[in-house]
Nanobody, 121 residues
Framework: QVQVVESGGGSVQTGDSLRLSCAAS????????MGWFRQAPGKEREVVAL???YYGDSVKGRFTISRDNAKNTVWLQMDNLKPEDTAMYYC???????????????????WGQGTQVTVSS
């Protein structure tokens, strides 16, 4: 059974940093594409960063994704946070297709429960 678990969210102020963690278990293949997405109330889920080094336009230069291939663990370092970064952040893993990443949330097979990030001005 595949499980994806995120941690590290919280409430911060503009300009602060947060580091999110995500661990995927129950899979036998490592180096799968993993990614971070976020969803704010009333908005669609959007891609934040993928392990292919893709970054959403709004986070480029501020967020950094990293991973431990052997452990199917990824981190999202978020610096210079802004109020518009406020959202529920989700980690996802793509089982089919190996290392190939797509920005479409529907291409990911398993999702975590999400961790809330709130940035106040």
């Amino acid at each position: 059974q595949v499980q994806v678990v995120e941690s590290g969210g919280g409430s911060v102020q503009t300009g602060d940093s947060l580091r999110l963690s995500c661990a995927a278990s129950g899979i036998t293949a490592n180096r799968n594409c993993m990614g971070w997405f976020r969803q704010a109330p009333g908005k669609e889920r959007e891609v934040v960063a993928l392990t292919s080094s893709y970054y959403g336009d709004s986070v480029k230069g501020r967020f950094t994704i990293s991973r431990d291939n052997a452990k199917n663990t990824v981190w999202l370092q978020m610096d210079n946070l802004k109020p518009e970064d406020t959202a529920m952040y989700y980690c996802a893993i793509r089982i089919s297709g190996g290392v190939t990443c797509y920005t479409n949330p529907g291409s990911f097979d398993y999702w975590g429960q999400g961790t809330q990030v709130t940035v106040s001005s």
